[in-house]
T-cell receptor, first 114, second 115 residues
């Protein structure tokens, strides 16, 4: 069975600092991985996705993630945090054998302080 | 492309009452998913439709839950005899393709509070 684990339920950074949100996956087949962002009382918006075309994936709002098979990781980074980045971030894996439903991690809440 | 819409956005009900939520997917998206998100957790899969056919249901979907997608367009999720444990955000997502890499587009969700 596929799964994802997000390390750290809360991350706090200063404005302008590096953002690093961790995601590790478990999968017996090549995974397809996604990062979504959720602002308060809103649905989920796709930040980026790994489709095996390239290990370094660039997304919206300056975010990027690197797929590392040896570490079974897909960590999300942004060089310089902005106040508007404060939100909840979810890592997900596509269930290849189950009609491609998404299996989500528990999420990481990012706080950005001045 | 107006995005996925859900109605209502908020629903407060008393325990034991029935509730129904509606999801309108992006036009021509033939695949539709329902997820449930409880406080502090990631979304969990509930059920999946391809056109009008309900092809997969999670164990989370007890007998009190039923979902439909008549004519393969909008979908409804009904909860009968609501319980306090049903309080959650109910999210709908749709996509057009069939590949594992295709993007699911999410609606804003319906937040259910059962008193």
């Amino acid at each position: 069975a596929q799964s994802v684990t997000q390390l750290g339920s809360h991350v706090s950074v200063s404005e302008g600092a590096l953002v690093l949100l961790r995601c590790n996956y478990s999968s017996s087949v090549p995974p397809y991985l996604f990062w979504y962002v959720q602002y308060p009382n809103q649905g989920l918006q796709l930040l980026l996705k790994y489709t095996s075309a390239a290990t370094l994936v660039k997304g919206i709002n300056g975010f990027e993630a690197e797929f590392k098979k040896s570490e079974t990781s897909f960590h999300l980074t942004k060089p310089s945090a902005h106040m508007s980045d404060a939100a909840e971030y979810f890592c997900a894996v596509s269930d290849n054998g189950g009609y491609n439903k998404l299996i989500f991690g528990a999420g990481t809440r990012l706080a950005v302080h001045p | 492309d107006t995005g996925v819409s859900q109605d209502p956005r908020h629903k407060i009900t008393k325990r034991g009452q029935n509730v129904t939520f509606r999801c309108d997917p992006i036009s021509e998206h033939n695949r539709l998913y329902w997820y449930r998100q409880t406080l502090g957790q990631g979304p969990e899969f509930l059920t999946y439709f391809q056109n009008e056919a309900q092809l997969e249901k999670s164990r989370l979907l007890s007998d009190r839950f039923s979902a439909e997608r008549p004519k393969g367009s909008f979908s409804t999720l009904e909860i009968q005899r609501t319980e306090q444990g049903d309080s959650a955000m109910y999210l709908c997502a749709s996509l057009a393709g069939s590949a594992s890499t295709d993007t699911q587009y999410f609606g804003p969700g319906t937040r259910l509070t059962v008193l």
